[in-house]
Nanobody
Framework: QQRLEESGGALVQAGGSLRLSCVAS????????LAWFRQAPGKEREFVAA???????HYGDSVKGRFTITKDNFVNTAYLHMSGLKPEDTARYYC?????????????????WGQGTQVTVSA
């Protein structure tokens, strides 16, 4: 059974950068659609970025131009490269995966989730 584990979250100043990692336990990531979502306290889960099996990428409007999703199939790891961080990016970030998606921005499309990693951006 596929499992995901995120890491890389930290406290960072506004304008800074972070790279989140998502390691998959089994099977090459080339078989999977991948995404990052985030959730801040008191708010709904928000789509951040997706990388489909066909290698197309999708980004939430609030992160376009600042965040990049990539993956390394050889080490079964997906990444979220974040730059120009803002206090409103503060949230718990979750990695998600699915072998079939219709709309890669919908969280309901993903059936494998990690436990999340906390990103806090100070002003």
């Amino acid at each position: 059974q596929q499992r995901l584990e995120e890491s890389g979250g930290a406290l960072v100043q506004a304008g800074g950068s972070l790279r989140l990692s998502c390691v998959a336990s089994e099977r090459s990531l080339s078989d999977w659609n991948l995404a990052w979502f985030r959730q801040a306290p008191g708010k709904e889960r928000e789509f951040v970025a997706a990388l489909t099996r066909s290698t197309s990428t999708h980004y939430g409007d609030s992160v376009k131009g600042r965040f990049t999703i990539t993956k390394d199939n050889f080490v079964n790891t997906a990444y979220l490269h974040m730059s120009g961080l803002k206090p409103e990016d503060t949230a718990r970030y979750y990695c998600a995966a699915s072998q079939g998606v219709y709309n890669p921005t919908w969280d309901a499309e993903y059936d494998v989730w990690g436990q999340g990693t906390q990103v806090t951006v100070s002003a």
